[in-house]
């Protein structure tokens, strides 16, 4: 029951700063070289790891399915097309969002959280910066600017690794797997909506645990782990949702 | 002046300041002392906002601040500056861009003229030359120097100082303990100072507020202070590891 309890109030906690933000948003747009370095720090941090991750995990997505296509139908020439929208529209979005969470999210949980337990949160309040114009605000764009673009760039190097492991394991020819028969404009929409959803997102939920972070450095290792799990269960949850209210405004899984 | 009125606060289970009322008249130097965990801090921070009490009163110049939103605090801070325990300076910003925060944001000035008039403080606490250095560049004395020359730079009247001299080496802390009576013999200033630092609270407080339990032990001048029968304050004043004051 606490853990309920804590669950809602956490989510309450986020509704209210998600709030705060979009309404300090609409006052004034933070400057431009701040959001643009934010974002390049949140790319940059990311990149390689997603590259890694995605790439992996796309090459083992690609050969598992082929694997299984090549025992009940003995051909693998559509693994491309039909890896393609799952990679384009769930498992990049997904993926990207919980890797982001993990890199980023603890990064922007620990820089705020020891911000507040110094002093320094308190300390921008009297110079008239609130946290959430300053410190917020900025990592929000961020994100916005940097998780979508990093869908782009992970879900990329997946299908790529898939057509590399799929040419070596069943040497299905190249110019077969680049297919995009089976894609649809619905299927990035959905991928697009979820990575920005996920880059709003990530950097309100870690803001929010480094802002609640007390004591010394124990509070802001609390905060930090806080952010992660918060921030990774949040992913999951919403790329279900999302899911489920795309599948229905689709009309289901024929359109 | 500033009023406190039967200020409770708790966090969590544990409460820190039980019925504290006191009032700090224009121009005086309050200083707020007791053991650690005592509530010090936590009092001097209602009277900004960055504390909300549970109940009691706070009036600012005779104005109610009780229910005073995060914006209408945001006025107050103009005339009511603190400087923090630690230096609290931003370490991404180099020393002048951190005394231009207040004059950007409180003033609405541009970068250019906020950083020309930051660069002015800065010369006035023999700190111009280290002005593009970062805070990790310099040392503790120097970093609390510009906090307060941060702090100072809206010129205002009132000041919340929270330990000035912890962390100082003597010749720093007499410094400040200079600029804290001079602000208040000179211009006025009143300030509400939190410090255990004997010599500087003897050297420069007008009036001494001593809080134990949550609550107002002892308020009275230096000279009454030190006269005081009461065991918890013979025990601070010599420091004496047996007494009444738990741990």
């Given at each position: 029951?606490?853990?309920?309890?804590?669950?809602?109030?956490?989510?309450?906690?986020?509704?209210?700063?998600?709030?705060?933000?979009?309404?300090?948003?609409?006052?004034?747009?933070?400057?431009?070289?701040?959001?643009?370095?934010?974002?390049?720090?949140?790319?940059?941090?990311?990149?390689?790891?997603?590259?890694?991750?995605?790439?992996?995990?796309?090459?083992?997505?690609?050969?598992?399915?082929?694997?299984?296509?090549?025992?009940?139908?003995?051909?693998?020439?559509?693994?491309?097309?039909?890896?393609?929208?799952?990679?384009?529209?769930?498992?990049?979005?997904?993926?990207?969002?919980?890797?982001?969470?993990?890199?980023?999210?603890?990064?922007?949980?620990?820089?705020?959280?020891?911000?507040?337990?110094?002093?320094?949160?308190d300390?921008?309040?009297?110079?008239?910066?609130?946290?959430?114009?300053?410190?917020?605000?900025?990592?929000?764009?961020?994100?916005?600017?940097?998780?979508?673009?990093?869908?782009?760039?992970?879900?990329?190097?997946?299908?790529?690794?898939?057509?590399?492991?799929?040419?070596?394991?069943?040497?299905?020819?190249?110019?077969?797997?680049?297919?995009?028969?089976?894609?649809?404009?619905?299927?990035?929409?959905?991928?697009?909506?979820?990575?920005?959803?996920?880059?709003?997102?990530?950097?309100?939920?870690?803001?929010?645990?480094?802002?609640?972070?007390?004591?010394?450095?124990?509070?802001?290792?609390?905060?930090?782990?806080?952010?992660?799990?918060?921030?990774?269960?949040?992913?999951?949850?919403?790329?279900?949702?999302?899911?489920?209210?795309?599948?229905?405004?689709?009309?289901?899984?024929?359109? | 002046m500033i009023e406190f009125e039967d200020i409770h606060k708790a966090f969590g289970a544990q409460k820190v300041l039980d019925g504290v009322s006191l009032t700090v008249s224009q121009g005086r130097i309050v200083y707020i002392i007791g053991k650690s965990g005592a509530g010090k801090s936590v009092l001097v921070k209602h009277l900004v906002g960055l504390v909300r009490q549970d109940s009691g009163r706070i009036r600012f110049e005779g104005e109610d601040i009780t229910h005073f939103t995060e914006?209408d605090f945001?006025g107050l801070r103009?005339r009511c500056?603190m400087?923090?325990?630690?230096?609290?300076?931003?370490?991404?910003?180099?020393?002048?861009?951190?005394?231009?925060?207040?004059?950007?944001?409180?003033?609405?000035?541009?970068?250019?003229?906020?950083?020309?008039?930051?660069?002015?403080?800065?010369?006035?606490?023999?700190?111009?030359?280290?002005?593009?250095?970062?805070?990790?560049?310099?040392?503790?004395?120097?970093?609390?120097?510009?906090?307060?020359?941060?702090?100072?730079?809206?010129?205002?009247?009132y000041m919340v100082f929270d330990?000035?001299?912890?962390?100082?080496?003597?010749?720093?802390?007499?410094?400040?303990?200079?600029?804290?009576?001079?602000?208040?013999?000179?211009?006025?200033?009143t300030s509400v100072v939190v410090s255990?630092?004997?010599?500087?609270?003897?050297?420069?407080a007008d009036r001494i507020v001593m809080l134990y339990q949550g609550r107002v032990l002892l308020d009275g001048t230096?000279?009454e202070f030190?006269?005081s029968?009461d065991?918890v304050v013979?025990?601070f004043?010599?420091?004496?590891?047996?007494?009444p004051m738990a741990?």
């Amino acid at each position: 029951m606490s853990a309920l309890r804590f669950a809602w109030d956490e989510a309450r906690g986020v509704a209210r700063l998600l709030a705060d933000t979009a309404q300090a948003l609409l006052r004034a747009r933070p400057p431009a070289a701040v959001v643009w370095a934010q974002a390049f720090d949140v790319g940059n941090r990311s990149v390689f790891f997603i590259l890694v991750t995605l790439g992996f995990l796309g090459a083992i997505l690609n050969f598992q399915t082929g694997f299984q296509a090549q025992r009940i139908f003995g051909d693998t020439s559509l693994i491309g097309a039909a890896t393609l929208p799952i990679l384009v529209r769930q498992l990049g979005p997904t993926l990207v969002g919980l890797m982001v969470a993990i890199r980023v999210g603890t990064g922007i949980a620990a820089e705020i959280g020891s911000m507040v337990v110094t002093e320094q949160v308190d300390a921008l309040r009297m110079c008239g910066a609130g946290p959430v114009d300053y410190l917020v605000k900025p990592r929000v764009l961020a994100g916005l600017i940097a998780v979508p673009a990093l869908w782009v760039i992970g879900t990329g190097a997946a299908w790529m690794a898939g057509l590399w492991v799929t040419h070596l394991a069943f040497q299905t020819n190249p110019a077969t797997y680049v297919n995009l028969d089976l894609t649809r404009g619905a299927d990035v929409a959905e991928g697009l909506f979820k990575a920005v959803v996920f880059g709003i997102l990530i950097p309100v939920i870690a803001a929010h645990s480094g802002l609640q972070a007390r004591g010394g450095s124990e509070g802001v290792g609390r905060a930090t782990t806080q952010a992660v799990v918060s921030a990774s269960l949040a992913v999951i949850v919403l790329d279900l949702l999302i899911g489920a209210v795309a599948f229905g405004l689709r009309g289901g899984a024929g359109a | 002046m500033i009023e406190f009125e039967d200020i409770h606060k708790a966090f969590g289970a544990q409460k820190v300041l039980d019925g504290v009322s006191l009032t700090v008249s224009q121009g005086r130097i309050v200083y707020i002392i007791g053991k650690s965990g005592a509530g010090k801090s936590v009092l001097v921070k209602h009277l900004v906002g960055l504390v909300r009490q549970d109940s009691g009163r706070i009036r600012f110049e005779g104005e109610d601040i009780t229910h005073f939103t995060e914006r209408d605090f945001f006025g107050l801070r103009r005339r009511c500056a603190m400087v923090f325990q630690h230096s609290t300076l931003f370490d991404s910003m180099t020393l002048v861009e951190n005394v231009a925060l207040p004059i950007r944001r409180h003033l609405g000035a541009t970068q250019r003229e906020a950083l020309e008039q930051a660069r002015e403080k800065l010369a006035l606490v023999d700190m111009a030359a280290l002005s593009d250095r970062l805070p990790a560049e310099v040392g503790d004395g120097l970093r609390k120097r510009v906090a307060i020359a941060r702090a100072l730079t809206l010129t205002p009247r009132y000041m919340v100082f929270d330990e000035p001299t912890t962390g100082l080496d003597p010749v720093n802390a007499v410094r400040v303990d200079r600029l804290i009576r001079d602000l208040s013999d000179r211009t006025g200033v009143t300030s509400v100072v939190v410090s255990h630092d004997l010599r500087s609270i003897f050297g420069v407080a007008d009036r001494i507020v001593m809080l134990y339990q949550g609550r107002v032990l002892l308020d009275g001048t230096p000279a009454e202070f030190r006269t005081s029968h009461d065991p918890v304050v013979r025990q601070f004043v010599t420091g004496a590891v047996e007494g009444p004051m738990a741990l």
